[in-house]
Protein backbone atom coordinates (compact mmCIF):
# COMPACT_ATOMS: atom_id res chain seq x y z
CA UNK A 1 0.00 0.00 0.00
CA UNK A 2 1.21 3.50 -0.80
CA UNK A 3 2.47 6.42 1.68
CA UNK A 4 0.09 9.19 2.47
CA UNK A 5 1.66 12.23 2.85
CA UNK A 6 0.01 15.54 3.78
CA UNK A 7 1.50 19.01 2.09
CA UNK A 8 0.19 22.15 3.66
CA UNK A 9 0.48 25.48 1.50
CA UNK A 10 0.40 25.17 -2.87
CA UNK A 11 3.56 27.69 -3.28
CA UNK A 12 7.05 27.16 -4.93
CA UNK A 13 7.99 24.63 -1.73
CA UNK A 14 4.72 22.72 -1.07
CA UNK A 15 4.18 22.06 -4.74
CA UNK A 16 7.89 20.80 -5.07
CA UNK A 17 7.33 18.73 -2.60
CA UNK A 18 4.30 17.38 -3.52
CA UNK A 19 5.10 16.55 -7.03
CA UNK A 20 8.69 14.86 -5.90
CA UNK A 21 6.62 12.71 -3.65
CA UNK A 22 4.27 11.66 -6.29
CA UNK A 23 6.82 10.65 -8.65
CA UNK A 24 7.76 8.16 -6.42
CA UNK A 25 4.29 7.15 -5.68
CA UNK A 26 3.61 8.26 -2.98
CA UNK A 27 -0.15 9.54 -2.48
CA UNK A 28 0.01 13.27 -1.89
CA UNK A 29 -2.71 15.40 -0.12
CA UNK A 30 -2.07 19.04 -1.05
CA UNK A 31 -3.86 21.44 1.03
CA UNK A 32 -4.10 25.46 -0.35
CA UNK A 33 -6.06 27.90 1.38
CA UNK A 34 -6.88 30.15 -1.69
CA UNK A 35 -9.19 29.10 -4.99
CA UNK A 36 -5.76 28.49 -6.65
CA UNK A 37 -2.01 27.17 -6.49
CA UNK A 38 1.16 29.05 -6.65
CA UNK A 39 0.99 31.33 -3.45
CA UNK A 40 2.26 35.03 -3.48
CA UNK A 41 4.26 34.57 -6.65
CA UNK A 42 1.02 33.91 -8.26
CA UNK A 43 -0.57 36.38 -6.12
CA UNK A 44 0.84 39.01 -6.21
CA UNK A 45 1.47 37.62 -10.63
CA UNK A 46 5.01 37.81 -9.98
CA UNK A 47 6.24 38.58 -13.83
CA UNK A 48 10.28 38.01 -13.89
CA UNK A 49 12.32 36.10 -11.21
CA UNK A 50 15.82 37.62 -10.19
CA UNK A 51 18.84 36.98 -10.78
CA UNK A 52 18.39 35.60 -14.14
CA UNK A 53 14.85 37.58 -15.24
CA UNK A 54 13.38 34.53 -16.75
CA UNK A 55 9.53 34.94 -16.81
CA UNK A 56 7.94 33.80 -13.80
CA UNK A 57 5.82 31.51 -15.64
CA UNK A 58 8.51 29.57 -16.69
CA UNK A 59 8.97 28.16 -12.69
CA UNK A 60 5.76 29.04 -10.99
CA UNK A 61 3.65 27.96 -13.89
CA UNK A 62 5.60 24.75 -14.99
CA UNK A 63 5.28 23.56 -11.25
CA UNK A 64 1.63 24.99 -11.19
CA UNK A 65 1.16 22.57 -14.32
CA UNK A 66 3.30 19.86 -12.70
CA UNK A 67 1.41 19.90 -10.07
CA UNK A 68 -2.10 19.76 -11.02
CA UNK A 69 -1.47 17.02 -13.60
CA UNK A 70 -0.36 14.53 -11.34
CA UNK A 71 -2.72 11.87 -10.49
CA UNK A 72 -1.08 11.19 -7.29
CA UNK A 73 -2.00 14.28 -6.15
CA UNK A 74 -4.68 15.63 -4.77
CA UNK A 75 -5.30 19.21 -4.34
CA UNK A 76 -7.91 20.82 -1.72
CA UNK A 77 -8.18 24.22 -2.84
CA UNK A 78 -9.85 26.66 -0.63
CA UNK A 79 -9.05 24.63 2.43
CA UNK A 80 -7.42 24.36 5.56
CA UNK A 81 -6.77 21.40 8.26
CA UNK A 82 -9.37 22.04 10.91
CA UNK A 83 -7.70 18.93 13.28
CA UNK A 84 -4.87 16.94 13.67
CA UNK A 85 -4.09 14.47 16.08
CA UNK A 86 -0.97 12.22 16.76
CA UNK A 87 -1.69 8.57 15.86
CA UNK A 88 1.35 6.64 17.35
CA UNK A 89 3.81 7.86 14.44
CA UNK A 90 0.97 8.88 12.21
CA UNK A 91 -1.12 11.50 11.90
CA UNK A 92 -5.13 11.62 11.94
CA UNK A 93 -5.81 14.92 9.93
CA UNK A 94 -9.27 16.77 9.55
CA UNK A 95 -9.42 18.94 6.07
CA UNK A 96 -11.74 21.03 6.09
CA UNK A 97 -12.46 22.37 2.20
CA UNK A 98 -16.10 23.43 0.89
CA UNK A 99 -17.24 19.82 0.02
CA UNK A 100 -17.21 19.21 3.25
CA UNK A 101 -14.85 17.59 5.68
CA UNK A 102 -12.60 14.69 4.93
CA UNK A 103 -10.49 12.87 7.73
CA UNK A 104 -7.42 10.79 6.55
CA UNK A 105 -4.65 9.25 7.69
CA UNK A 106 -1.11 10.62 6.96
CA UNK A 107 2.50 9.13 7.90
CA UNK A 108 4.49 12.39 7.58
CA UNK A 109 3.16 16.37 7.14
CA UNK A 110 4.92 18.89 5.56
CA UNK A 111 4.49 22.12 6.49
CA UNK A 112 4.96 24.71 3.88
CA UNK A 113 2.76 27.76 4.96
CA UNK A 114 5.06 30.36 3.53
CA UNK A 115 4.90 33.92 4.60
CA UNK A 116 3.41 37.64 4.12
CA UNK A 117 4.40 40.46 2.35
CA UNK A 118 5.34 43.09 5.22
CA UNK A 119 2.21 45.99 5.21
CA UNK A 120 4.03 48.86 4.70
CA UNK A 121 0.64 50.75 6.35
CA UNK A 122 2.06 49.92 9.55
CA UNK A 123 4.80 52.06 9.18
CA UNK A 124 3.48 55.60 9.14
CA UNK A 125 6.37 57.06 8.39
CA UNK A 126 6.01 56.19 5.24
CA UNK A 127 2.97 57.48 4.06
CA UNK A 128 1.79 54.13 2.14
CA UNK A 129 -2.25 53.79 1.20
CA UNK A 130 -2.07 57.68 1.92
CA UNK A 131 0.00 58.96 -1.54
CA UNK A 132 -1.18 57.12 -4.49
CA UNK A 133 2.12 57.34 -5.80
CA UNK A 134 3.39 55.30 -2.47
CA UNK A 135 3.78 51.97 -4.03
CA UNK A 136 5.81 48.99 -2.50
CA UNK A 137 7.59 46.22 -4.31
CA UNK A 138 4.87 43.58 -4.63
CA UNK A 139 2.36 46.49 -6.00
CA UNK A 140 4.83 47.51 -8.52
CA UNK A 141 5.82 43.79 -9.52
CA UNK A 142 2.11 43.30 -9.65
CA UNK A 143 2.36 46.59 -11.60
CA UNK A 144 4.64 45.32 -14.29
CA UNK A 145 2.52 41.64 -14.65
CA UNK A 146 -0.21 43.62 -15.52
CA UNK A 147 1.64 45.82 -18.11
CA UNK A 148 1.05 49.78 -16.49
CA UNK A 149 3.73 50.96 -14.79
CA UNK A 150 2.57 54.47 -14.76
CA UNK A 151 2.05 56.59 -11.85
CA UNK A 152 -1.11 55.25 -10.08
CA UNK A 153 -2.36 58.94 -9.16
CA UNK A 154 -2.64 60.03 -12.74
CA UNK A 155 -1.55 57.44 -15.33
CA UNK A 156 1.54 59.59 -16.67
CA UNK A 157 5.10 58.17 -17.05
CA UNK A 158 7.45 58.53 -13.93
CA UNK A 159 10.38 61.08 -14.44
CA UNK A 160 12.09 60.13 -11.04
CA UNK A 161 11.38 56.73 -8.57
CA UNK A 162 12.53 56.42 -5.22
CA UNK A 163 13.23 52.66 -3.78
CA UNK A 164 13.47 53.07 -0.20
CA UNK A 165 15.03 49.85 1.51
CA UNK A 166 14.27 47.83 4.69
CA UNK A 167 10.85 48.78 5.38
CA UNK A 168 9.38 46.47 7.57
CA UNK A 169 12.87 44.93 7.94
CA UNK A 170 15.82 45.59 10.37
CA UNK A 171 13.61 48.07 12.28
CA UNK A 172 13.04 47.52 15.80
CA UNK A 173 10.40 49.69 15.83
CA UNK A 174 8.16 47.46 13.89
CA UNK A 175 9.23 44.68 15.51
CA UNK A 176 10.57 42.72 12.75
CA UNK A 177 14.85 42.97 13.64
CA UNK A 178 16.08 40.35 10.79
CA UNK A 179 16.73 40.93 6.97
CA UNK A 180 14.64 40.13 4.42
CA UNK A 181 17.19 38.95 2.25
CA UNK A 182 15.25 39.25 -0.96
CA UNK A 183 13.74 42.61 -0.94
CA UNK A 184 17.17 44.37 -1.98
CA UNK A 185 17.72 42.07 -5.13
CA UNK A 186 14.01 42.36 -6.04
CA UNK A 187 14.67 46.25 -5.73
CA UNK A 188 17.55 46.42 -8.20
CA UNK A 189 15.78 44.15 -10.77
CA UNK A 190 12.87 46.26 -10.69
CA UNK A 191 14.97 49.45 -10.85
CA UNK A 192 16.67 47.81 -14.13
CA UNK A 193 13.22 46.98 -15.54
CA UNK A 194 11.69 50.40 -15.09
CA UNK A 195 14.67 51.91 -16.70
CA UNK A 196 14.26 49.99 -19.63
CA UNK A 197 11.08 50.78 -19.26
CA UNK A 198 11.08 54.78 -19.02
CA UNK A 199 14.59 55.05 -20.52
CA UNK A 200 14.44 59.15 -19.38
CA UNK A 201 12.71 57.97 -15.50
CA UNK A 202 16.04 58.66 -12.85
CA UNK A 203 15.88 56.14 -10.48
CA UNK A 204 17.38 56.27 -7.26
CA UNK A 205 17.99 53.77 -4.29
CA UNK A 206 17.94 54.77 -0.73
CA UNK A 207 19.67 52.23 1.13
CA UNK A 208 21.41 51.90 4.41
CA UNK A 209 23.21 48.28 3.32
CA UNK A 210 22.77 46.69 0.02
CA UNK A 211 22.55 42.93 0.46
CA UNK A 212 22.34 41.47 -2.68
CA UNK A 213 24.56 38.17 -1.55
CA UNK A 214 26.14 35.57 -3.62
CA UNK A 215 25.37 35.78 -7.36
CA UNK A 216 22.68 38.31 -7.00
CA UNK A 217 25.81 40.43 -6.91
CA UNK A 218 25.73 40.48 -10.81
CA UNK A 219 22.12 42.12 -10.66
CA UNK A 220 23.28 45.17 -8.08
CA UNK A 221 26.36 46.39 -10.69
CA UNK A 222 24.37 46.13 -13.81
CA UNK A 223 21.90 47.96 -12.51
CA UNK A 224 24.70 50.82 -11.49
CA UNK A 225 27.12 50.41 -14.36
CA UNK A 226 24.50 49.96 -16.95
CA UNK A 227 21.79 51.46 -16.14
CA UNK A 228 22.97 54.30 -14.21
CA UNK A 229 20.92 53.39 -11.08
CA UNK A 230 22.02 56.11 -8.39
CA UNK A 231 22.47 54.41 -4.36
CA UNK A 232 22.42 57.25 -2.13
CA UNK A 233 22.88 55.88 1.79
CA UNK A 234 20.14 56.85 4.46
CA UNK A 235 16.77 55.34 5.47
CA UNK A 236 13.91 57.78 4.41
CA UNK A 237 12.35 59.09 7.82
CA UNK A 238 9.19 60.87 6.61
CA UNK A 239 7.52 60.52 3.27
CA UNK A 240 5.31 63.83 2.66
CA UNK A 241 3.30 65.38 -0.04
CA UNK A 242 5.31 67.68 -2.79
CA UNK A 243 4.59 70.84 -5.26
CA UNK A 244 2.84 69.44 -8.45
CA UNK A 245 1.71 66.23 -7.27
CA UNK A 246 4.96 64.66 -6.22
CA UNK A 247 5.81 62.76 -3.05
CA UNK A 248 8.84 64.02 -0.61
CA UNK A 249 11.26 62.03 1.06
CA UNK A 250 13.01 63.80 3.82
CA UNK A 251 16.35 61.73 4.94
CA UNK A 252 19.92 62.11 5.79
CA UNK A 253 22.35 61.49 3.03
CA UNK A 254 25.37 60.12 5.75
CA UNK A 255 28.20 60.02 3.24
CA UNK A 256 27.77 63.45 3.34
CA UNK A 257 25.94 64.49 6.27
CA UNK A 258 23.13 66.43 5.62
CA UNK A 259 19.32 66.35 5.26
CA UNK A 260 17.58 66.01 1.89
CA UNK A 261 13.91 66.56 1.11
CA UNK A 262 13.87 65.30 -2.48
CA UNK A 263 10.15 65.34 -4.56
CA UNK A 264 9.59 62.23 -6.44
CA UNK A 265 7.05 61.14 -8.82
CA UNK A 266 6.79 57.25 -7.64
CA UNK A 267 8.14 55.78 -4.56
CA UNK A 268 8.15 52.32 -3.97
CA UNK A 269 8.60 50.68 -0.23
CA UNK A 270 11.49 47.59 -0.56
CA UNK A 271 8.84 45.98 1.89
CA UNK A 272 9.97 42.65 3.38
CA UNK A 273 8.65 39.56 4.16
CA UNK A 274 6.82 38.18 7.55
CA UNK A 275 5.77 34.89 9.07
CA UNK A 276 1.96 36.09 8.60
CA UNK A 277 -0.91 34.59 10.95
CA UNK A 278 -0.61 31.48 9.38
CA UNK A 279 2.63 30.76 11.73
CA UNK A 280 1.33 30.64 14.75
CA UNK A 281 -2.19 29.21 13.31
CA UNK A 282 -0.03 25.93 12.49
CA UNK A 283 2.21 26.49 15.40
CA UNK A 284 -0.73 25.91 17.59
CA UNK A 285 -2.92 23.64 15.40
CA UNK A 286 -0.32 21.34 15.04
CA UNK A 287 2.14 21.79 18.17
CA UNK A 288 5.22 23.17 16.79
CA UNK A 289 7.53 25.86 18.18
CA UNK A 290 7.58 29.55 16.77
CA UNK A 291 10.84 31.74 16.49
CA UNK A 292 11.26 35.28 18.05
CA UNK A 293 10.58 36.28 14.80
CA UNK A 294 7.33 35.09 13.73
CA UNK A 295 8.66 32.00 11.91
CA UNK A 296 8.13 28.22 12.24
CA UNK A 297 11.38 27.34 14.55
CA UNK A 298 13.46 24.45 12.51
CA UNK A 299 14.78 21.80 15.29
CA UNK A 300 18.19 22.54 13.97
CA UNK A 301 18.95 25.66 11.76
CA UNK A 302 22.33 24.13 10.11
CA UNK A 303 21.87 20.44 10.26
CA UNK A 304 17.91 19.90 9.76
CA UNK A 305 16.55 23.26 8.62
CA UNK A 306 13.95 21.56 7.29
CA UNK A 307 12.79 19.47 10.18
CA UNK A 308 10.34 20.86 13.27
CA UNK A 309 10.41 20.15 16.91
CA UNK A 310 7.63 17.24 16.21
CA UNK A 311 8.60 13.94 14.69
CA UNK A 312 7.32 13.37 11.46
CA UNK A 313 6.44 16.98 10.82
CA UNK A 314 8.49 18.89 8.35
CA UNK A 315 8.88 22.25 7.24
CA UNK A 316 10.07 24.20 3.64
CA UNK A 317 10.12 27.16 2.41
CA UNK A 318 9.28 30.69 4.03
CA UNK A 319 7.27 29.40 7.17
CA UNK A 320 10.98 29.34 8.26
CA UNK A 321 12.31 32.63 7.87
CA UNK A 322 12.53 34.78 4.18
CA UNK A 323 13.66 32.90 1.44
CA UNK A 324 14.63 33.38 -2.24
CA UNK A 325 12.00 31.19 -4.27
CA UNK A 326 15.04 28.89 -5.35
CA UNK A 327 15.93 28.56 -2.06
CA UNK A 328 12.39 27.48 -0.92
CA UNK A 329 11.84 24.98 -4.01
CA UNK A 330 15.11 23.25 -2.75
CA UNK A 331 13.94 23.41 0.65
CA UNK A 332 10.76 21.41 -1.01
CA UNK A 333 12.97 18.83 -2.58
CA UNK A 334 14.80 17.98 1.12
CA UNK A 335 12.27 18.40 2.86
CA UNK A 336 10.12 15.77 0.22
CA UNK A 337 13.34 13.51 1.06
CA UNK A 338 13.02 13.37 4.90
CA UNK A 339 9.14 13.13 4.80
CA UNK A 340 9.77 9.76 2.45
CA UNK A 341 11.87 8.24 4.52
CA UNK A 342 9.62 8.78 7.72
CA UNK A 343 7.17 7.70 6.02
CA UNK A 344 8.86 4.12 5.10
CA UNK A 345 10.36 3.89 8.33
CA UNK A 346 7.11 3.56 10.00
CA UNK A 347 5.07 1.16 7.66
CA UNK B 1 41.61 100.15 25.05
CA UNK B 2 38.43 97.39 24.68
CA UNK B 3 36.44 100.23 24.38
CA UNK B 4 38.13 102.05 21.75
CA UNK B 5 37.93 98.90 19.70
CA UNK B 6 35.02 98.91 20.23
CA UNK B 7 34.12 102.42 18.91
CA UNK B 8 36.08 102.19 15.94
CA UNK B 9 34.31 99.10 14.48
CA UNK B 10 31.18 100.70 12.70
CA UNK B 11 29.92 97.77 10.90
CA UNK B 12 29.03 94.32 12.50
CA UNK B 13 30.42 90.95 11.32
CA UNK B 14 27.67 89.14 9.37
CA UNK B 15 25.64 86.97 11.61
CA UNK B 16 27.41 88.47 14.92
CA UNK B 17 24.56 88.18 16.83
CA UNK B 18 23.59 84.77 16.28
CA UNK B 19 23.82 82.40 19.18
CA UNK B 20 26.27 79.55 18.36
CA UNK B 21 27.23 81.31 15.18
CA UNK B 22 29.87 78.62 14.57
CA UNK B 23 27.28 76.03 13.81
CA UNK B 24 26.27 77.76 10.87
CA UNK B 25 28.36 77.89 7.43
CA UNK B 26 29.38 81.67 6.17
CA UNK B 27 27.47 80.50 2.88
CA UNK B 28 24.36 79.75 4.86
CA UNK B 29 23.88 83.51 6.35
CA UNK B 30 22.22 86.41 4.19
CA UNK B 31 22.68 90.19 5.46
CA UNK B 32 23.09 92.98 3.73
CA UNK B 33 25.09 95.65 5.60
CA UNK B 34 23.01 98.78 4.12
CA UNK B 35 19.30 98.00 3.15
CA UNK B 36 16.16 100.03 3.08
CA UNK B 37 13.06 98.85 2.79
CA UNK B 38 9.49 100.99 2.35
CA UNK B 39 11.96 103.94 4.09
CA UNK B 40 12.50 101.71 6.68
CA UNK B 41 16.20 101.07 7.76
CA UNK B 42 16.87 97.13 8.08
CA UNK B 43 20.81 97.32 7.60
CA UNK B 44 22.76 94.66 8.99
CA UNK B 45 21.52 92.47 11.62
CA UNK B 46 17.56 93.83 11.12
CA UNK B 47 18.01 91.65 7.82
CA UNK B 48 19.83 88.24 9.01
CA UNK B 49 18.51 85.81 7.19
CA UNK B 50 19.92 81.94 7.53
CA UNK B 51 18.88 79.73 4.47
CA UNK B 52 18.27 75.93 4.52
CA UNK B 53 20.97 73.48 4.56
CA UNK B 54 18.29 70.86 3.00
CA UNK B 55 19.04 69.21 -0.39
CA UNK B 56 15.88 69.51 -2.46
CA UNK B 57 16.96 68.14 -5.65
CA UNK B 58 19.48 65.49 -7.85
CA UNK B 59 20.81 67.12 -10.88
CA UNK B 60 21.39 64.60 -13.10
CA UNK B 61 22.21 66.50 -16.10
CA UNK B 62 25.61 66.93 -14.43
CA UNK B 63 26.22 63.17 -13.53
CA UNK B 64 25.38 63.13 -17.70
CA UNK B 65 27.96 65.39 -18.42
CA UNK B 66 30.57 64.04 -16.52
CA UNK B 67 29.70 60.44 -18.08
CA UNK B 68 30.13 61.87 -21.26
CA UNK B 69 33.82 62.92 -20.72
CA UNK B 70 36.51 60.33 -21.03
CA UNK B 71 38.26 60.87 -17.70
CA UNK B 72 34.77 60.39 -16.23
CA UNK B 73 33.18 57.70 -18.05
CA UNK B 74 33.14 55.20 -14.83
CA UNK B 75 31.20 57.36 -12.70
CA UNK B 76 27.87 55.27 -12.89
CA UNK B 77 29.96 52.76 -11.36
CA UNK B 78 31.08 54.07 -7.62
CA UNK B 79 29.05 52.58 -4.96
CA UNK B 80 31.16 54.60 -2.10
CA UNK B 81 33.53 52.37 -0.26
CA UNK B 82 36.21 54.36 0.09
CA UNK B 83 39.06 52.69 -0.97
CA UNK B 84 40.10 55.43 -3.48
CA UNK B 85 40.39 57.98 -0.11
CA UNK B 86 42.01 55.21 1.85
CA UNK B 87 44.69 54.52 -0.59
CA UNK B 88 45.24 58.31 -1.21
CA UNK B 89 48.43 60.07 -1.32
CA UNK B 90 47.03 63.74 -0.39
CA UNK B 91 44.13 62.88 2.36
CA UNK B 92 46.50 62.44 4.74
CA UNK B 93 48.05 65.66 4.17
CA UNK B 94 44.84 67.25 3.12
CA UNK B 95 41.87 66.08 5.32
CA UNK B 96 39.72 68.09 2.97
CA UNK B 97 40.88 65.72 -0.14
CA UNK B 98 38.35 63.01 -0.21
CA UNK B 99 37.82 61.84 -3.91
CA UNK B 100 35.07 59.51 -2.63
CA UNK B 101 33.31 62.27 -1.34
CA UNK B 102 33.99 64.04 -4.59
CA UNK B 103 32.91 61.45 -6.33
CA UNK B 104 29.47 61.23 -4.73
CA UNK B 105 28.54 64.73 -4.97
CA UNK B 106 29.04 64.68 -9.10
CA UNK B 107 27.06 61.65 -8.97
CA UNK B 108 24.65 63.94 -6.99
CA UNK B 109 25.01 66.80 -9.01
CA UNK B 110 25.46 68.24 -5.69
CA UNK B 111 27.43 71.80 -7.38
CA UNK B 112 26.44 73.62 -3.67
CA UNK B 113 28.87 71.22 -1.70
CA UNK B 114 31.55 70.60 -4.49
CA UNK B 115 32.35 74.65 -4.46
CA UNK B 116 33.32 74.83 -0.94
CA UNK B 117 36.28 72.46 -2.16
CA UNK B 118 37.52 74.60 -5.14
CA UNK B 119 40.93 74.55 -3.38
CA UNK B 120 41.41 71.13 -2.71
CA UNK B 121 40.04 69.22 -5.40
CA UNK B 122 43.35 69.94 -7.41
CA UNK B 123 45.07 68.54 -5.10
CA UNK B 124 45.71 65.36 -6.79
CA UNK B 125 49.21 64.18 -7.77
CA UNK B 126 48.50 61.58 -9.54
CA UNK B 127 50.09 58.43 -8.49
CA UNK B 128 47.00 56.08 -9.09
CA UNK B 129 47.13 54.52 -6.35
CA UNK B 130 43.01 54.77 -5.77
CA UNK B 131 43.07 53.63 -9.78
CA UNK B 132 44.85 50.58 -8.92
CA UNK B 133 43.33 49.74 -5.82
CA UNK B 134 39.28 50.58 -6.62
CA UNK B 135 36.96 47.48 -6.36
CA UNK B 136 34.94 48.39 -9.80
CA UNK B 137 37.31 49.93 -11.92
CA UNK B 138 36.20 53.75 -11.17
CA UNK B 139 39.22 55.39 -11.98
CA UNK B 140 39.33 57.50 -9.24
CA UNK B 141 42.58 59.27 -10.12
CA UNK B 142 41.19 60.71 -13.75
CA UNK B 143 37.95 60.94 -11.86
CA UNK B 144 39.69 64.13 -10.47
CA UNK B 145 40.89 65.04 -13.66
CA UNK B 146 36.64 65.11 -14.80
CA UNK B 147 36.26 66.98 -11.35
CA UNK B 148 39.42 69.85 -12.06
CA UNK B 149 38.00 70.48 -15.52
CA UNK B 150 34.18 70.72 -14.19
CA UNK B 151 35.31 73.01 -11.46
CA UNK B 152 37.00 75.41 -13.99
CA UNK B 153 33.67 75.09 -15.98
CA UNK B 154 31.43 76.09 -13.21
CA UNK B 155 33.04 78.16 -10.40
CA UNK B 156 36.23 80.18 -12.89
CA UNK B 157 35.58 83.14 -10.40
CA UNK B 158 36.36 81.53 -7.58
CA UNK B 159 39.13 79.13 -8.96
CA UNK B 160 40.85 82.82 -10.09
CA UNK B 161 41.92 83.79 -6.42
CA UNK B 162 42.58 80.04 -5.52
CA UNK B 163 44.63 78.54 -8.12
CA UNK B 164 47.52 80.95 -9.73
CA UNK B 165 49.56 78.99 -13.11
CA UNK B 166 53.23 79.91 -12.40
CA UNK B 167 54.33 81.57 -15.91
CA UNK B 168 57.89 79.98 -15.60
CA UNK B 169 57.23 76.29 -14.44
CA UNK B 170 54.36 75.93 -17.25
CA UNK B 171 57.36 76.93 -19.80
CA UNK B 172 59.86 74.82 -18.17
CA UNK B 173 56.95 71.40 -18.87
CA UNK B 174 56.20 72.62 -22.25
CA UNK B 175 59.62 73.40 -23.27
CA UNK B 176 60.90 69.89 -22.05
CA UNK B 177 57.40 67.99 -23.79
CA UNK B 178 57.45 69.52 -27.13
CA UNK B 179 61.35 69.31 -27.39
CA UNK B 180 61.82 66.10 -25.59
CA UNK B 181 58.37 64.20 -26.29
CA UNK B 182 58.54 63.10 -22.39
CA UNK B 183 59.46 64.36 -19.15
CA UNK B 184 62.79 64.73 -18.03
CA UNK B 185 63.32 63.93 -14.21
CA UNK B 186 67.03 65.36 -13.63
CA UNK B 187 66.12 68.70 -15.90
CA UNK B 188 62.77 68.99 -13.90
CA UNK B 189 65.05 68.56 -10.80
CA UNK B 190 67.60 71.23 -11.93
CA UNK B 191 64.77 73.72 -12.68
CA UNK B 192 63.48 73.66 -9.27
CA UNK B 193 66.55 73.89 -7.62
CA UNK B 194 67.64 76.75 -9.94
CA UNK B 195 64.15 78.44 -9.24
CA UNK B 196 64.43 77.56 -5.37
CA UNK B 197 67.84 79.37 -5.88
CA UNK B 198 69.45 76.53 -3.97
CA UNK B 199 71.82 75.92 -7.78
CA UNK B 200 75.12 75.21 -5.10
CA UNK B 201 72.89 72.23 -3.77
CA UNK B 202 72.76 70.36 -6.61
CA UNK B 203 76.70 69.82 -6.89
CA UNK B 204 77.25 68.55 -3.36
CA UNK B 205 79.13 66.01 -2.13
CA UNK B 206 75.92 63.24 -2.61
CA UNK B 207 75.29 63.89 -5.75
CA UNK B 208 79.12 64.35 -7.33
CA UNK B 209 79.23 61.12 -5.69
CA UNK B 210 76.32 59.70 -7.28
CA UNK B 211 77.26 61.51 -10.83
CA UNK B 212 80.82 59.88 -10.63
CA UNK B 213 79.00 56.35 -9.65
CA UNK B 214 76.62 56.59 -12.72
CA UNK B 215 79.56 57.80 -15.14
CA UNK B 216 81.65 54.77 -14.01
CA UNK B 217 78.76 52.23 -14.58
CA UNK B 218 77.31 53.55 -17.68
CA UNK B 219 73.94 54.52 -16.65
CA UNK B 220 74.83 58.31 -16.86
CA UNK B 221 75.21 57.47 -20.88
CA UNK B 222 71.92 55.43 -20.58
CA UNK B 223 69.85 58.67 -20.08
CA UNK B 224 71.46 60.50 -22.25
CA UNK B 225 70.75 58.00 -25.11
CA UNK B 226 66.87 57.39 -23.78
CA UNK B 227 66.26 59.58 -27.30
CA UNK B 228 62.49 60.62 -27.95
CA UNK B 229 59.27 58.57 -28.96
CA UNK B 230 59.28 57.04 -32.29
CA UNK B 231 57.83 59.30 -34.85
CA UNK B 232 57.87 62.34 -32.00
CA UNK B 233 58.46 64.96 -35.35
CA UNK B 234 54.60 64.63 -36.16
CA UNK B 235 53.15 63.81 -32.82
CA UNK B 236 54.99 67.67 -31.98
CA UNK B 237 53.58 69.08 -35.05
CA UNK B 238 49.90 68.35 -34.10
CA UNK B 239 50.44 69.16 -30.26
CA UNK B 240 52.18 72.51 -31.48
CA UNK B 241 49.04 73.17 -33.97
CA UNK B 242 46.28 72.34 -31.14
CA UNK B 243 48.50 74.84 -28.43
CA UNK B 244 48.53 77.09 -31.21
CA UNK B 245 44.87 76.66 -32.21
CA UNK B 246 43.50 77.14 -28.32
CA UNK B 247 45.69 80.38 -28.07
CA UNK B 248 43.47 81.74 -30.95
CA UNK B 249 40.37 81.04 -29.44
CA UNK B 250 41.66 82.26 -26.48
CA UNK B 251 42.19 85.26 -27.85
CA UNK B 252 39.24 85.73 -29.60
CA UNK B 253 37.47 85.21 -27.05
CA UNK B 254 39.45 88.13 -24.99
Given at each position: ?347 | ?32 KNLVIDGVDVSGRWNTFITTRVDS ?198
Open positions: MAENILVIGGGPAGMQSATLLADLGVNVSLVERDSYLGGNPKKFKYKFLFPDMQPADNVIGELIRKTETNSNIKIYYSSEVSDFKENGKKFDVTIKSPNGNETKTFDSVIVATGFEHFDPARDAKYSYQLFDDVIDIKDLERMFGEGNVNRPSNGQPPKNVAFILCVGSRDRHVGNQYCSRVCCTVSVKQAIELREHFPDCEVYIFYMDIRTYGFFEDLYWEAMEEHDVQIVKGRVAEITSGPNNTVICKGEDTLLRGPFEIPFDMVVLASGMEGGPQSPEMAKKLGLELDEHGFLKPQNVTLAPFKSNKKGVFLAGACTGPKAISDSITEGGAAAMDAYVYAMKNK | MALEKQEKRLVAEKGEHIIARHLIEDDHIKEEEFDRAFFQEIKETVVGSRINRCWQCGMCTASCTVTPLYRRFNPRAFIYMMQLGNLKELKKYVDVAWRCVGCYKCSQRCPKQVNPAEMMEALALLIKKYFPEELEGKLKIDEEVKKIYEDMILGHGRLDLAKLHTSSMQKMGKTKDLIGKIERDAIFKMAKDGRAFSILRLGKPHNWGKSKDAIENYLKNVKTIENEAM
